[in-house]
């Protein structure tokens, strides 16, 4: 279970990683008030940490088998003027092109204008950037099933 924004500290990651009874975790701190990542995960799935960053954590599970694959959970930038930063990470971490792998997560970006209800208009310039890191990683949305907007 991977989560992004935990605002939490050790202690009470531990606290939530016994109450949901996982095994294990990897987090990654914020530095700040906000943010933050976290992973857990039960002993009997095969986890290895290739990497981790403020933007992500990235594991291959069942490393060396048939079955192995990759996640990755990405923490997107807030801040317009550091989103080229975060593109860049992601692109980076497009290295293992005969791995499959999953990328989830917040990227705190919209592809289009009607994925955003209220505010002011997001630049084009700035779509434009995600929808060319998602094209480059090759990127699939999966859709979802519920509420198109959550709060």
């Not at 992973?39 to 088998?65: A, C, G, P």
């Not at 002011?120 to 480059?136: G, K, N, P, Y």
Request: net charge negative.
């Amino acid at each position: 279970m991977f989560l992004a924004e935990t605002w939490a500290d050790e202690a009470r990651l531990e606290r939530v990683l016994r109450n949901i009874n996982f095994d294990q975790k990897w987090e990654v701190c914020s530095g700040r008030r906000g943010g933050g990542l976290v992973l857990f995960w039960k002993n009997d799935v095969h986890v290895t940490i290739e990497d981790s960053h403020k933007y992500f954590i990235d594991v291959t599970l069942d490393k060396n088998r048939e079955t192995e694959w990759r996640f990755i959970g990405f923490y997107g930038e807030l801040e317009t003027y550091r989103k080229m930063e975060a593109w860049n990470k992601l692109r980076g971490l497009n290295n293992r092109p005969n791995v499959p792998w999953l990328c989830a997560g917040d990227f705190n970006e919209i592809s289009r204008q009607d994925e955003k209800l209220g505010g002011a208009l997001r630049s084009h310039t700035q779509m434009q950037h995600f929808r060319d890191v998602i094209d480059e990683c090759g990127f699939i949305d999966l859709g979802f099933e519920g509420p198109k907007f959550t709060w």
